[in-house]
């Protein structure tokens, strides 16, 4: 950077500065580098933070999918445990169908024996 580039009079807090300077003295440069150098990664971030929304949003939108996908799922097993529960009421009343006919078929065999 060179002094006939452009300068700006800046206010800031005794807190911030002392910030800024505590930083530039751990960086090794100016506190003016410092601030330069802060809001050229600002800037330069908008970029990275703009792709990460992007990626937020379709990550959202996955999720959204996927929760659909999981409600869907557990409505299924719900009714496939229904059903298997009634398969299994009609497969008790058949096997009482059946006994009831067997009964039936030995009293029937006794009645023709007589």
Same mark, same amino acid.
């Given at each position: 950077m060179a002094r006939e580039d452009p300068q700006l009079k800046l206010r800031l807090t005794e807190e911030l500065k002392a910030l800024v300077t505590n930083a530039a003295? !751990?960086?090794?440069? +100016?506190?003016? !580098? *410092?601030?330069v150098s802060r809001l050229e990664s600002s800037f330069s971030n908008?970029? *990275?933070?703009a792709y990460l929304r992007d990626k937020d949003r379709e990550n959202e939108t996955i999720i959204?999918?996927?929760t659909g996908m999981v409600q869907d799922l557990t409505a299924a097993a719900k009714k496939e445990r229904e059903d298997e529960k009634e398969n299994e009421e009609v497969r008790q009343y058949m096997r009482e169908v059946e006994e009831r006919i +067997?009964?039936? *078929?030995?009293?029937? +065999?006794?009645?023709s024996q007589t």
């Open positions: 003295k !751990a960086n090794g440069r +100016s506190v003016n !580098a *410092e601030i908008e970029d *990275e933070i959204n999918r996927l +067997s009964n039936l *078929e030995k009293a029937l +065999s006794r009645v």
